[in-house]
T-cell receptor
Framework: KNEVEQSPQNLTAQEGEFITINCSYS?????LHWLQQHPGGGIVSLFM???GKKKHGRLIATINIQEKHSSLHITASHPRDSAVYIC??????????????FGKGTLLTVNP | SQTIHQWPATLVQPVGSPLSLECTVE??????LYWYRQAAGRGLQLLFY??????ISSEVPQNLSASRPQDRQFILSSKKLLLSDSGFYLC????????FGPGTRLTVL
């Protein structure tokens, strides 16, 4: 079973700062997700990665398959970025089932 | 486009009472469906998944059960709730990637 570790657990930043959240996993995967969960609880999928790098607005996600590591970066952070960011991985188990293993999340607070 | 609905959004139930949470998906057919739980201070945990009507796989032993009576309907149930069943319950569906519903926050008192 995959172990998914995120760091840091909690992160406080000032508006405008560059933010990095890290995720490492123990077993080979077919895909990695970065998810955002706001205080109300709803989850939004930010990225799905299997290699390389993806960018969407101020968010950038990278993955290094050999090192079993991914990072989520937020440039020019804003208070509305405050949320829990969750890393989740899908193992290389084959088949159509899309079972995910989740990290415990990183609570990001961006102060004005 | 595809949409996933969950209801109710919040629920407060006494210990020992029954539970029924419903999830429906629109805009796709024969999706894989999932129930997750997020207990306070913990990460999301997969409870059940289904690859078709009437097919349910359980990931962890627990006080809950799931059913899939129709292609795009997934129900999470309990006959008698425990305090430890409190948490945030998320339904999800997948084809090539996974999409999450808005969730139900359950408090058992």
């Amino acid at each position: 079973k995959n172990e998914v570790e995120q760091s840091p657990q909690n992160l406080t930043a000032q508006e405008g700062e560059f933010i990095t959240i890290n995720c490492s996993y123990s077993v080979g995967i077919s895909a990695l997700h970065w998810l955002q969960q706001h205080p109300g609880g709803g989850i939004v999928s930010l990225f799905m990665l299997s290699s390389g790098k993806k960018k969407h607005g101020r968010l950038i996600a990278t993955i290094n398959i050999q090192e079993k590591h991914s990072s989520l970066h937020i440039t020019a952070s804003h208070p509305r970025d405050s949320a829990v960011y969750i890393c989740a991985v899908r193992e290389n188990s084959g088949g159509s089932n899309y079972k995910l293993t989740f990290g415990k999340g990183t609570l990001l607070t961006v102060n004005p | 486009s595809q949409t996933i609905h969950q209801w109710p959004a919040t629920l407060v139930q006494p210990v020992g009472s029954p539970l029924s949470l419903e999830c429906t998906v629109e805009g796709t057919s024969n999706p894989n469906l999932y129930w997750y739980r997020q207990a306070a201070g913990r990460g999301l945990q997969l409870l059940f998944y289904s690859v078709g009507i009437g097919q349910i796989s359980s990931e962890v032993p627990q006080n809950l059960s799931a059913s899939r009576p129709q292609d795009r309907q997934f129900i999470l149930s309990s006959k008698k709730l425990l305090l430890s069943d409190s948490g945030f319950y998320l339904c999800a569906w997948s084809m090539r990637e996974q999409f999450f519903g808005p969730g139900t926050r359950l408090t058992v008192l």
